[in-house]
């Protein structure tokens, strides 16, 4: 099993539209859990929007995390992408503790990249690996350019950048994603380029990633 947490304790970076995205595309060809770790509920508003069950949405508290993972590995679930808060450092801790990797959206603005380290450092702190992408990109943006350029040293990043695009809020909204809105669309392309390039980063993993013990 594999655990995808998505972090970053900068808010409006779009973990969540990223988390749900990235489990509805997984869905595709596999068994996919999303644990919604945000006391916001904004995942589990999006599943109640949506009006069906997959894919599988399960709210909980962070004291919760171990146990259930521990579950899921047992029924031989082969993949789980936790959606984590901005802020609530304990939370986060342990979203990135539990994960196999840490996918870290970044805006490619000077506040998102000055507030970047304080992830990087909790994950390097985990010892767990790291994978960073662009979000909420302005198409054609120098800042998007020197955003790349600043964060590449810093890696690894993902060779998928995801546009700030109204098709992604407006499925959001709705219960979908931007690939069952409009299928040939900018931000569904883009979604799957990154789909395709973070299952390209867990194939580089080791097979085995020691997990810590359930408390």
Same mark, same amino acid.
């Given at each position: 099993?594999?655990?995808?947490?998505?972090?970053?304790?900068?808010?409006?970076?779009?973990?969540?539209?990223?988390?749900?995205?990235?489990?509805?595309?997984?869905?595709?060809?596999?068994?996919?859990?999303?644990?919604?770790?945000?006391?916001?509920?904004?995942?589990?508003?999006?599943?109640?929007? $949506?009006?069906?069950?997959?894919?599988?949405?399960?709210?909980?508290?962070?004291?919760?995390?171990?146990?259930?993972?521990?579950?899921?590995?047992?029924?031989?679930?082969?993949?789980?992408?936790?959606?984590?808060?901005?802020?609530?450092?304990?939370?986060?801790?342990?979203?990135?503790?539990?994960?196999?990797?840490?996918?870290?959206?970044?805006?490619?603005?000077?506040?998102?990249?000055?507030?970047?380290?304080?992830?990087?450092?909790?994950? $390097?702190?985990?010892?767990?690996?790291?994978?960073?992408?662009?979000?909420?990109?302005?198409?054609?943006?120098?800042?998007?350019?020197?955003?790349?350029?600043?964060? &590449?040293?810093?890696?690894?990043?993902?060779?998928?950048?995801?546009?700030?695009?109204?098709?992604?809020?407006?499925?959001?909204?709705?219960?979908?994603?931007?690939?069952?809105? &409009?299928? $040939?669309?900018?931000?569904?392309?883009?979604?799957?380029?990154?789909?395709?390039?973070?299952?390209?980063?867990?194939?580089?993993?080791?097979?085995?990633?020691?997990?810590?013990?359930?408390?």
């Amino acid at each position: 099993m594999r655990v995808v947490t998505v972090a970053n304790l900068k808010g409006g970076v779009g973990k969540t539209t990223l988390a749900v995205h990235l489990a509805v595309r997984a869905g595709q060809s596999q068994p996919v859990v999303l644990i919604d770790l945000d006391p916001q509920g904004s995942t589990l508003e999006w599943i109640r929007q $949506r009006g069906q069950e997959l894919p599988t949405v399960v709210p909980m508290g962070v004291h919760q995390v171990e146990n259930r993972l521990m579950q899921f590995r047992k029924a031989r679930l082969p993949l789980v992408i936790i959606d984590t808060p901005a802020a609530l450092v304990e939370v986060v801790e342990t979203a990135i503790r539990v994960a196999d990797l840490v996918l870290v959206p970044v805006r490619p603005t000077p506040t998102d990249l000055a507030a970047l380290p304080r992830t990087l450092a909790m994950a $390097r702190a985990a010892g767990k690996p790291v994978a960073l992408t662009l979000s909420q990109a302005i198409t054609n943006s120098r800042l998007t350019h020197r955003a790349v350029e600043t964060i &590449d040293p810093a890696g690894p990043l993902l060779p998928a950048v995801i546009h700030h695009r109204t098709a992604l809020a407006s499925a959001m909204a709705t219960g979908a994603t931007a690939a069952e809105t &409009d299928p $040939r669309g900018k931000a569904a392309a883009e979604v799957e380029e990154l789909w395709q390039a973070l299952v390209r980063r867990l194939a580089q993993l080791p097979a085995d990633i020691p997990q810590p013990a359930a408390r």
